[in-house]
């Protein structure tokens, strides 16, 4: 488990979620969440399928908009800003901005399939100009080397298992060096001897000191590196707290069952 570093009292939380609602027609998706993640700490949400695990982080880069309430992102409002007594919607390239900061690994990868390992990691240092392509490939061999795939810089994402693409999208986000990284099931879609390669990344990220929220069912995995764990039923949050008390000796009946059914 990492140890979330002691921080100022100014300091501004790494992610604010205020009483954000979410809802398609009338089914409600996300009831009423709020939820602070500190600088440096590792957030694990847990949830049935269906209870708005993964939308409560499309809300939070703003790939979904909420239909009340608001996220911050250290200290900044995201996809919205404040015009007298009201949050007006930023426009898309202002939004694109916020998102280049809040780095999202998806469950299915999502890579260029005609970029090589090493331009889809270098691609958006480049393309929102923060460095310029000989200086974002350099970073990228880094970031490449750091999760193991130094030697596959050239190959294409077909080439690769559902485990090396998924490590690669992980270098991928962490190649605008974002403040915070969001990680959707980032096992879920992989055969279960490729789960081991992608947790160790993350394990990694864990102990250096990067703010991460993981959407996982890996209750083992949540036990050993998280700070906080964020049980999620029916669009609520239901209990959360230390991984010793939430997966050990929850207190809510809801989170008792369904612990009784995952483990």
């Known amino acids: 488990m990492t140890t979330a570093p002691i ?10 979620v205020h009483d954000v609602h979410k809802w398609y027609g009338t089914h409600r998706v996300l009831d009423g969440i709020d939820l602070t993640v500190r600088p440096g700490e590792v957030t ?24 009340i309430g608001h996220v911050s992102v250290g200290g900044e409002l995201i996809g919205v800003k404040r015009h007298g007594g009201r949050l007006r919607e930023l426009s898309e390239r202002a ?22 390992v090493l331009d889809n990691v270098a691609a958006a240092p480049v393309a929102t100009g923060r460095l310029s392509r000989p200086a974002a490939r350099e970073l990228a061999r880094e970031l490449l080397e750091r999760v193991g795939l130094g030697d596959r810089t050239g190959a294409y994402p077909r080439q690769l298992s559902g485990g090396q693409q998924q490590r690669v999208a992980i270098a991928r986000a962490l190649a605008l060096r974002p403040g915070i990284i969001l ?20 394990k990694d990220l864990a102990t250096s000191g990067t703010t991460l929220v993981i959407v996982t069912h890996e209750i083992g995995f949540a036990r050993e590196v998280a700070d906080r764990v964020v049980f999620i039923d029916a669009g609520r949050i239901v209990e959360q707290g230390p991984p010793a008390q939430v997966l050990d000796n929850p207190r809510h009946e809801r989170t008792r069952d369904f612990l009784g059914k995952v483990l």
């Open 7 to 16: 921080l100022e009292k100014t300091a501004p939380a790494a992610l604010e």
């Open 44 to 67: 694990v949400i847990l949830g049935p399928s269906g209870s708005g695990k993964s939308t409560l982080l499309r809300v939070v880069n703003h790939l979904e908009k909420p239909e």
């Open 95 to 116: 939004i694109l901005a916020q998102r280049s900061r809040i780095g999202f690994v998806f469950q299915n990868f999502n890579l260029f399939p005609h970029l090589t």
């Open 183 to 202: 990680f959707d099931e980032p096992t879920s879609a992989l055969d279960p001897e490729l789960v081991g390669e992608v947790l160790a990344v993350i």
